[in-house]
Each structure stands twice: as C-alpha cells, then as structure tokens.
C-alpha cells in the first residue's frame, strides 16, 4: 500500500554536508520555509516564550496522567548531541494542567537513589488497581542503560525509587511502556551499548534494534528488525502496542496478546524522523514528535538550528489513518520536537536540548 503522505509541504531530512552549510544541492521550497529565521510557527498558538520551566535543558519525553498532572523528563544527556547546562544532572518535573498557568516543580527523589547521574530518557506511568502511580524511566548513568521504577508520592512531590532494572537485553533503552507494576515493554535504539559500535551499527544499517517484554518472571524480545526503535505507547483499550522506527521513518502497529507478545499488524510510512509517542486517551488518536532534519540535531549550529514538528495520526488503526502537521516551527521557537501530549485542549511539546511548549489547541 502507498505510503502515508502529510497534507501540508515539509521538509526532507537535511541533505548538505554535516557542518558546510555551502555547496549541498538548492534548498527546495519546503526547506526554506522550515529553515528560515522570520516566519512564524503553523499551527496553535504557543503561550509567548514557553513554558516557564527551571531551566532550559530539554524534555524529552512527557506523560500526562488522567488528572492532568504531567510529567517531563529533563536534562537528558547523550553524546555528541548539544547540552545548555551540561553540569547539571538530570530530573523529573511535575506540571499541574489543571491550572490558569502551570508552573514546573522539579520532584524529590527518595534518599539513595543517585541524582548525580541521573540522565533520563523515555518515561511511562502505571496506575495500580489501588490507585497507586508508578513512574518508569529509561536512564542512562554513565551513559549506560537502566529502566528505574519509581511510586510517586503525589502529597509530597516526590518519587519513591523502587527498583533498577538492568539486562543484557536491555542496552541502550529509548523509551517503556508500562503495563504493571514491574512490568513494561522497552525500546532499544541501538543494538550495541558501546559508543563507537552504536555508531557503526547506524552506519552499516543493520536493523537490529527490537522491544523487549520485561518483567520479574522473565525477559524477552518480543519484537525486532527495527533500524532504530523509539517511541512506543498502547492504544487506550491497550489491545495495540505502537512503536516508532526513526530512521525508517515508520510507526509499526502491533498486536499486543495476553501472554505480552506482539504481532506486527501494519506499518504507516511517514516521511520524518519520528521520535516519541504518545495516545490521546479520548480519542486514541497517537500524537508523534518529529525531526524534520535530523542532521542539524547532530551538528548543531544556533544560527540554524534543528526545526520542530507534530504530527496528529487520526483513525490509527483503520483503513486510512489521517495524518496532520499540527505544529512546525523553524527552530525560531522550539528546537529538536521530541514528544507532544495532549490533556484538554492543551498540547505540550517536549524537546531533546532545548525548552518545553504549551500550545491551546
Ligand atoms: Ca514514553
Ligand atoms: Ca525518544
């Protein structure tokens, strides 16, 4: 079947030479648009300058639970990638949607858990049949790769770690889905944890990044073949694990069985990078932060920086899911879209390096 095409022109991932600037092929219409330094962001208009976060040090990934609490995972730290405050650890910031103009309280984290290296990534939350919120988190102290598992402890703002987990099968983890207390699917984005076999692995294109199933009973790949598994989430009725293949530009749709295997069901083709996901759980509309030029994130230059971009996946699973940009911007604004959430009426875009935005839809 053809491949999904998104209803406004975009821009191609950047093909010039890392770093020239001079001597790449003409910039099509599209590219210019994206990679001018005037014009204004399509789409809902972002309160002025951002949310008011700390400090700008990305927000890679966000979840909102049911009551409009959001969660952001900041600072998150990868090499080779640009950093504003590189000395400061990273954290999880506590949004509250509900109110006029929310502003972001960095959560505690219970004694003995080590803050200094602290370096988050993808995040999920599980609600218990008790009520209680479970917060996961890829993390990658020492650039290694753990998933932590925290309570949260919404009377006093904080986060109770409960339980690192480690695994051979786990190496370097992009983002979990939560499905139990202690247990969750996982993405690893590359096959190798070592830094020079990560790049090699891209290099050579060997599409050997998968989903893990874990939990305390056993671990297992539960699906694989991705060039560089991502973002993932399960549709509201979670009958459907999503996941997203960023530089095969694809969303693979998967059947999610009760003994936790997935069988692929379809793939929608996009011509983006895309990096998180997340559901609308009104609609189960999937919500999906884009690069739009990759490359600009890897070589990054202030004067050009990475663009940003949303893209809305309606009807995901029918025979014509509609996609639509409902945000891009040139980088003026937001540089580096990694993840959009949705909670009444209100878009949240997180990013890799740089600031948050709320946009009302
Ligand atoms: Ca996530
Ligand atoms: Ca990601």
Redesign the pocket.
């Known amino acids: 079947p053809p491949g999904l095409r998104r209803p406004v022109p975009r821009a191609q991932a950047d093909p010039a030479p890392a770093g020239t600037g001079q001597g790449g092929p003409p910039a099509s219409p599209a590219q210019e648009e994206l990679s001018g330094q005037d014009l204004p962001p399509r789409g809902p208009d972002p309160r002025r300058g951002g949310l008011p976060l700390p400090r700008e040090s990305g927000s890679e990934?966000?979840?909102i639970l049911p009551s409009g609490l959001a969660f952001l995972s900041v600072g998150l730290k990868v090499p080779g990638i640009q950093c504003f405050a590189p000395e400061k650890p990273g954290g999880i910031l506590l949004l509250d949607l509900n109110q006029d103009k929310p502003r972001a309280l960095e959560l505690r984290v219970s004694r003995g858990f080590d803050l200094t290296s602290f370096n988050p990534h993808?995040?999920?939350t599980f609600i218990d049949e008790d009520g209680a919120v479970y917060l996961f988190v890829?993390n990658h102290p020492e650039f290694k790769s753990t998933v932590e598992i925290f309570r949260f402890e919404e009377e006093d703002n904080s986060l109770l770690h409960l339980k690192t987990v480690r695994h051979e099968l786990l190496p370097s983890v992009n983002?979990?889905?939560a499905v139990g207390p202690e247990h969750f699917y996982a993405t690893n984005s590359h096959y190798f944890s070592d830094l020079f076999l990560k790049y090699l692995e891209v290099y050579l294109n060997l599409r050997w990044t998968n989903v893990i199933y874990y939990s305390p009973e056993g671990v297992r790949v539960v699906a694989d073949g991705f060039d560089s598994a991502n973002?993932?989430?399960m549709s509201p009725d979670e009958k459907y694990v999503y996941v997203a293949d960023s530089f095969a530009h694809e969303i693979h749709v998967m059947e999610k069985h009760a003994n936790r295997s997935l069988t692929q069901v379809k793939v929608l083709h996009l011509d983006t990078v895309v990096d998180?996901?997340?559901i609308d759980p009104s609609t189960g509309d999937l919500w999906v932060g884009c690069h739009p030029n990759c490359l600009k994130l890897i070589i990054y230059d202030a004067s050009n920086p990475p663009a940003s971009e949303v893209l809305r996946i309606q009807n995901v699973l029918s025979e014509a899911p509609a996609v639509t940009t409902v945000y891009a911007n040139n980088g003026s604004v937001l540089q580096g879209s990694t993840?959009a959430s949705v909670y009444g009426g209100q878009l949240l875009i997180g990013t890799l390096f740089h600031r948050a935005l709320q946009c009302q839809l």
């Open positions: 990934d966000i979840d993808g995040i999920s890829a983002d979990v889905v973002g993932i989430t998180n996901l997340s993840v």
